[in-house]
């Protein structure tokens, strides 16, 4: 069965990843390498939500 805290959590997860894929876009459009690593660093940190999100749902199934 599916919490509405699963859901809340997959929700942000995926929202973490898209700031930091799209933070990483603008960083790069304007050369800043530092911003460009902060928006990997988020994206990988969503990745990394899912991924956990992902491994919850098989087991509470």
Do not use: L
Not at 7 to 35: F, I, L, P, S, Y
Not at 37 to 57: L, P
Request: charged share 35%; net charge neutral; proline share 0%.
């Amino acid at each position: 069965m599916r919490t509405a805290t699963a859901g809340n959590e997959k929700v942000r997860a995926t929202t973490e990843e898209a700031k930091g894929q799209a933070g990483e876009t603008v960083a790069c459009a304007v050369g800043d390498e530092r911003v460009t690593a902060e928006g990997r660093a988020a994206q990988s940190k969503g990745d990394a939500r899912q991924a956990e999100e992902k491994t919850k749902d098989v087991f509470r199934q």
